[in-house]
Nanobody
Framework: VQLQASGGGLVQPGGSLRLSCAAS????????MGWYRQAPGKQRELVAE???????NYADSVRGRFTISRDNAKNTVYLQMNSLRPEDTAVYSC??????????????WGKGTQVTVSS
C-alpha cells in the first residue's frame, strides 16, 4: 500500500493550508487514517485521525483550528489547517491502518511533507 501526500509549504501565521493523502493498493478495508507531525528535536505526535464510521480525534493543540475529513471513494484523507501558528511547523506524515484481503491488520506511512509557519 502506498500513500501519496501533498499540500505542505510555507505560510504566514494565521494562514491556512490543506494537506491531502491518498492510499492506493490492495486494501480490503481502511480502519483509520490520520496525520502525525514531528518538529525538530521533538517526538512524533498525533495531530488528527478519522476512524471508520467517521469518528475523529484531535490533539488538544489543534482542536478548533484543524479539521480532518475523508473521501471514502478515493481512499483519501484531508487535513484543513487554519489559524496556523509558528509552533505548527513540522514534518507532517500521513498514516493508514487497514485490513488486507487476507484479514491481516496493517499499518502504512506516507512520505512526510514540510509545513512551515513563519513571517
Amino acid at each position: 500500500v502506498q500513500l501519496q501526500a501533498s499540500g505542505g509549504g510555507l505560510v504566514q501565521p494565521g494562514g491556512s493550508l490543506r494537506l491531502s493523502c491518498a492510499a492506493s493498493g490492495p486494501i480490503f478495508r481502511i480502519n483509520a487514517m490520520g496525520w502525525y507531525r514531528q518538529a525538530p528535536g521533538k517526538q512524533r505526535e498525533l495531530v488528527a485521525e478519522i476512524i471508520s464510521g467517521g469518528l475523529t480525534n484531535y490533539a488538544d493543540s489543534v482542536r478548533g483550528r484543524f479539521t480532518i475529513s475523508r473521501d471514502n471513494a478515493k481512499n483519501t484523507v484531508y487535513l484543513q489547517m487554519n489559524s496556523l501558528r509558528p509552533e505548527d511547523t513540522a514534518v507532517y506524515s500521513c498514516n493508514v491502518r487497514y485490513t488486507t484481503y487476507l484479514g491481516n491488520a496493517m499499518n502504512s506511512w506516507g512520505k512526510g511533507t514540510q509545513v512551515t509557519v513563519s513571517s
